[in-house]
């Protein structure tokens, strides 16, 4: 998933980011409201985001505003708040603002990530948490895909180029989307390495399994085709 962290607390952020970033998430983390605001409610910026982990109490506002603000726009990207505020009123007043999720600090991060999951199978409407397309299964929680039950040995960019894949059956995508779900604002990548990580997965998973689609990008042809 390619997410948004909103956190103020420099040490917690970091630690947050490179914890999701370990989970294979791409993060790009900004330290106040008006970062948020300008990253994520600003017209056209809302679809680059997966998710949102928000924190409340911001220097300079209330995240619980921002939430609202993104709401009124209909801006739909699900919102996970993580923050201290830790009585029922406070956790009431977040989810009627309109967040699909709500934690208290201090945050486990293997917790995080598990409620992030949740929240993205609720997403695209799949219930179990591996990801099965033909003879080929991917567990995004242990991070592990089994082909034909033998289990195959992915980088984790690898890996998250073939979930990026899977989760839009059928779809085919861009090079730039699946820049945008491997790397933050942040990352640096070269101008092949994309064609790379596809050389590498097609001869892990089969050549066949993933097709180009000239000009466009690639899908899963084993959702596409068979």
């Known amino acids: 998933m390619r997410l948004l962290l909103v956190e103020d607390d420099s040490m917690l952020g970091a630690a947050l980011k490179a914890g999701l970033q370990q989970d294979g998430h791409a993060v790009d983390w900004v330290r106040t409201a008006d ?32 939430l609202r603000r993104a709401r009124q726009r209909r801006i739909a990207t699900p919102v996970l708040i993580a923050t201290a505020r830790d009585r029922v009123a406070d956790r009431i007043a977040g989810l009627d603002a309109g967040a699909d999720d709500y934690m208290v600090k201090p945050i486990d991060l293997d917790e995080l990530a598990a409620r992030l999951r949740a929240i993205e199978r609720r997403v695209i409407g799949r219930v179990e ?38 989760k839009r059956p059928g779809v085919t995508l861009s090079r730039d989307q699946l820049i945008e779900a491997l790397y933050g604002w942040e990352g640096s990548i070269e101008s092949n390495a994309i064609d790379v990580h596809i050389h590498h997965l097609r001869r892990k998973l089969g050549a066949d399994v993933i097709e180009t689609q000239r000009g466009l990008g690639w899908r899963l042809a084993a959702v596409a085709d068979r």
């Open 35 to 66: 970062e948020a605001d300008t990253a994520w409610i600003a017209v056209g910026k809302a679809a680059a985001y997966d998710a949102v982990v928000l924190d409340l109490g911001l220097p300079d506002g209330s995240g619980i505003d921002l």
């Open 129 to 166: 948490s591996a990801i099965v397309i033909g003879e080929i299964a991917i567990d995004p929680a242990t991070r592990s895909v089994v082909r034909a039950g033998q289990p195959l040995d992915l980088t984790a960019r690898e890996l998250a180029v073939l979930l990026a894949l899977a």
